[in-house]
């Protein structure tokens, strides 16, 4: 989860890159990705990070698709109806089953 993400960014990247069939990543390529993984560089190269599926439309109002990367922000950004919609879509979509496996089963 994010709170484990930002206690251990390194070992959260290991982990991933093991799931993946990546194998196991040397300090070297950890090293290249880590500072990539920031929310400074992914506000700076905000481009990158903007859904591609959809048309993102900078509607004037501060919005940003990558937030302020503080822990516990979802909860106070999402109302109770918001967070109630994303859990009926999960219910609807669930994520598939390597997926859960990342999230603790979530």
């Known amino acids: 989860d994010y709170s484990e993400m930002k ?23 950890a090293a290249e990705i880590l500072p990539k993984l920031s929310v400074e560089y992914m506000k700076a190269n905000i481009d990158k990070f903007e859904p591609k599926s959809v048309k993102w439309v ?32 999960f219910k609807k979509f669930p994520p598939p089953a390597a997926c859960m496996n990342l999230l603790g089963g979530a």
């Open 7 to 29: 206690r251990d960014l390194d070992g959260v990247l290991r982990a991933v890159a093991s799931h993946l069939g990546m194998g196991e990543l040397s300090g070297e390529e």
């Open 58 to 89: 900078d509607k004037g109002d501060g919005f940003s698709f990558v937030r302020k990367g503080n822990e516990g922000d979802g909860k106070r950004e999402f109302s109770e109806d918001d967070l109630k919609v994303f859990a009926e879509g």
